[in-house]
């Protein structure tokens, strides 16, 4: 299955708006990602957090899993509730995977919903001027390439707004 643009897109969001992720595979392997994906492989749990609040999170979780093996090791679930804890003891935002996903894709369709809106309406000309300025410089350039570039800087700047109080 290849990756859409939006899908591309929607994990750009979620690396700018610095959102990580802790997950927990079938098996109890802990793991952290600085950029939470889309795509989950598959029997893991997954919760997002800031970036640089995963590691610590996965940390403890670690630490938890290893002072608790002695007696068989923690289920998958057990150690989803005992990470929420640790999130929730941290003052840690965390959110479910499939949520913060929600998110970064709603994110995308703002943009694309906006920029439709904007052609639609005949606003487009800055745009498009920019392009041809920067067509002139390279002709290599395609339009749809440009317009994706400035897709990610709205995105960017949605991020921004969203993380900021």
């Excluded at 590691?55 to 509730?81: C, I, N, T």
């Excluded at 290599?140 to 709205?154: D, G, H, T």
């Amino acid at each position: 299955m290849g990756v859409n643009r939006d899908d591309l897109l929607a994990e750009y969001y979620l690396k700018a708006a610095g959102v990580a992720a802790v997950w927990i595979d079938r098996d109890g392997l802990i793991g952290s990602e600085d950029a939470a994906r889309l795509q989950l492989e598959d029997g893991r749990v997954a919760y997002c957090c800031p970036r640089g609040a995963n590691f610590v999170l996965a940390y403890r979780l670690q630490l938890w899993k290893q002072d608790h093996d002695h007696v068989g090791p923690p289920s998958q679930a057990a150690m989803a509730e005992r990470l929420e804890q640790f999130a929730d003891e941290g003052g840690v935002g965390i959110t479910p995977h499939a949520t913060a996903i929600g998110r970064a894709r709603a994110a995308v369709a703002e943009v694309n919903v906006r920029l439709a809106a904007m052609k639609s309406k005949g606003e487009l000309r800055e745009l498009n001027q920019a392009f041809r300025a920067a067509r002139a410089v390279d002709s290599s350039l395609r339009y749809e390439a440009f317009m994706e570039a400035k897709k990610a800087a709205l995105l960017e700047a949605l991020a921004r707004r969203m993380s900021t109080p």
